[in-house]
């Protein structure tokens, strides 16, 4: 194994052999290109983000800047939006299913260093993949840990550190971060805490 498939198999590599350097610098480029677009340009960004990202929906909006390592590491589904200052550090898999709201300065690492100091200044490291569902939405400054799987129609709350998975249809928050309640038919009816929506809904 060269140090792309250690890195792509989850093993121990070492980030600047066997061309990952390039890969990273190649990408450097592109996320240079997206973040200096003009706004009078925004016409383009859905193209520059196919461009840039492994796998992407029809419909895909990311507001400037957007930070990631390879980018075609990341996949996308249909409907995704994040807000301003997404980090994600894709030296493993992150897939992100349809719908997903992500809230300014969200950051989602696949990447982490050995405990001991030993074994990290060796220089290895590790990227453990991330999977989030669809109709995802996560609150501003969440942060997201290597190895995590969030469910399908979740929340996380703002300021959360998800260390560990969470159930489909749950509201979570905290750091760690912890499932607080289940999302019920009953929330359908309202927009914040206890006001009901005064329009239909469909």
């Known amino acids: 194994m060269n140090q792309k498939e250690r890195m792509m198999a989850g093993l121990p590599y070492k980030a600047w052999m066997d061309g990952l350097e390039e890969e990273r610098f190649a990408c ?78 969200v950051s989602i690492y696949t990447a982490g260093h050995p405990i001991h100091p030993d074994s990290r200044n060796t220089g290895y490291e590790y990227g453990i993949p991330i999977t989030i569902g669809d109709n995802v939405w996560i609150g501003g400054n969440a942060v997201i840990l290597p190895g995590v799987t969030i469910g399908n129609n979740v929340i996380i709350g703002a300021g959360s550190v998800v260390g560990k998975d969470i159930p489909d249809n749950m509201i979570a928050a905290g750091n760690p971060c912890r499932v607080i309640r289940e999302i019920t038919e009953n929330d359908r009816k309202y927009y914040f805490k206890d006001r009901e929506f005064d329009v239909p809904i469909g």
């Not at 340009?41 to 419909?59: A, F, V």
């Not at 957007?66 to 992150?94: M, Q, S, W």
């Open 28 to 105: 450097r480029k592109k996320i240079y290109e997206f973040n200096q677009l003009p706004p009078e340009q925004d016409s383009r960004i859905p193209e520059l983000l196919k461009n840039l990202l492994g796998k992407t929906g029809e419909n895909v909006f990311i507001n400037a800047p957007f930070h990631c390592d390879y980018g075609t590491n990341i996949e996308v589904g249909e409907n995704f939006f994040a807000n301003y200052n997404l980090t994600i550090l894709d030296v493993g898999k992150v897939k992100i299913g349809k719908n997903a709201q992500i809230a300014p300065n």
